[in-house]
């Protein structure tokens, strides 16, 4: 035990009541009994671990993994969701393994059955003994897309002392923008190794087709949805939106939505009246067709399915206490997009947006006439998507630089072990 692990303890166990009432699953692998994994495959330059706390970081990586084929990957995630996500896109073609929670013995007992040659976090996600364990074993940590919202940086701030020791540590961060960068070197990374490479989630958008989704009509067709009729599809809703989008959807349109949280899925169907969940299709029993016009997607891994489906897309966590959500998946669909004000986690990509007229930000207020306007005119919704989607265009290639990064760094540390050399150099 140390002084971390004193500090974690007495906090695990205050805040018991919140966690242990949440249903989870994973626990041996939490404290780190993660099952060995096999020697690095045979042709691979080294193996990298790549940590994605949850399903949107693991999204992210869809264009970045393809470009590390001469490695040996493993995809760490924290949610049951991520996990199950990651499991989804990249399995078999990478080990997919739960993160352990920072307990030194947990962090310990992972790095030996993961064996990793080097390890980048995805966004964020710096935890004091993961990154302690793998300096002493000598191998680079680095933070790949690196994002640090606003209200993040102040609760640092007030740490900064021990937050320098964690993120001073790493071999380099690679940040979204200059504002994160900027962040990141206040609180102690040194500017040599703050890099700029934009955001990968430009890259995961694919803008290639018009088509629908594969299994979006299997989808439709199983909760009723007739395609005839317009349908609003609103993602990763938070608390309250449901509700507010029951109330501002024009008369006579379909509206689908799909919470960000499942624990919020009784709660959403609560707020939509008579409404035909996706776990409890229609087509279920021999019923079939119907003339509902509320859904609710309580599944996980088909929000692509419903967007490609949708005449307008509105993008939660926007309109309430949230901090909003990505829009970059339904405007590279070829969907009008609208969002709310409160969006500070994606502050950056929406004002790109907006500067290129490529979404449409309003308030709960408006919403309910500005989802009647776009339905009215499929011109100006088609204008809209358009110019979103060539913003896409214009910010993509941060996954080929994350690639080139990651790959020098996995060649050094193999070339340092080789060598026999007791330390690993900062940057890349």
Not at 153 to 172: E, K, S, T
Not at 273 to 287: N, S
Not at 417 to 423: N, P
Request: aromatic letters at 6%; glycine letters at 10%; one cysteine or more.
């Amino acid at each position: 035990m140390n002084l971390m692990d004193a500090f974690y303890i007495p906090i695990a166990a205050l805040t018991a009541p919140v966690w242990a009432g949440k249903k989870r699953s994973g626990w041996a692998e939490r404290f780190g009994k993660t099952a060995a994994l096999p020697p690095v495959r045979s042709g691979a330059v080294g193996r990298l671990l790549i940590h994605a706390v949850s399903v949107g970081e693991v999204s992210a990586l869809r264009p970045l993994v393809p470009l590390l084929s001469d490695f040996d990957v493993v995809i760490s995630s924290t949610t049951d969701t991520g996990l199950a996500r990651a499991t989804q896109l990249f399995s078999p073609s990478c080990h997919v393994v739960r993160y352990p929670l920072d307990f030194s013995w947990a962090v310990e007992r992972f790095l030996n059955a993961v064996k990793p040659d080097a390890v980048a976090l995805v966004e964020l996600e710096v935890w004091p003994n993961f990154v302690s364990a793998a300096r002493r074993r000598n191998i680079p940590v680095c933070i790949i897309n690196g994002r640090l919202s606003e209200r993040s940086f102040r609760g640092y701030r007030r740490i900064r002392p021990f937050v320098q020791r964690w993120l001073g540590a790493l071999d380099f961060v690679a940040a979204q923008d200059q504002v994160y960068a900027a962040r990141f070197e206040d609180l102690g990374v040194a500017a040599s190794n703050c890099l700029l490479t934009g955001s990968m989630k430009w890259d995961s958008a694919d803008i290639g087709t018009d088509g629908l989704a594969e299994g979006a009509e299997r989808l439709a067709a199983e909760l009723g949805i007739d395609r005839n009729r317009p349908l609003i599809v609103a993602g990763s809703t938070g608390p309250g939106e449901e509700a507010l989008l029951h109330e501002a959807c024009p008369p006579g349109v379909q509206l689908l939505c799909a919470p960000r949280k499942p624990d919020r899925f009784e709660e959403a169907a609560a707020a939509l009246p008579g409404c035909v969940r996706r776990t409890q299709p229609l087509t279920v029993g021999g019923m079939g067709g119907g003339s509902r016009q509320r859904f609710l997607l309580d599944t996980i891994g088909e929000l692509r399915k419903a967007y490609s489906l949708a005449s307008v897309v509105v993008v939660g966590r926007s309109f309430g206490d949230q901090y909003g959500s990505d829009p970059i998946e339904p405007i590279g669909l070829g969907k009008a997009t609208v969002i709310g004000p409160a969006v500070s986690d994606f502050g950056a990509i929406v004002g790109a947006f907006v500067a290129a007229g490529g979404i449409l930000q309003t308030t709960r207020g408006e919403l309910a006439a500005v989802l009647g306007s776009l339905l009215a005119d499929e011109g100006r919704c088609r204008q809209l998507a358009e110019r979103g989607r060539q913003c896409i265009r214009d910010h993509q290639g941060a996954s080929a630089r994350h690639a080139d990064l990651l790959g020098s760094m996995v060649r050094t540390a193999r070339g340092v072990r080789t060598a026999g050399q007791g330390s690993l150099p900062l940057g890349v």
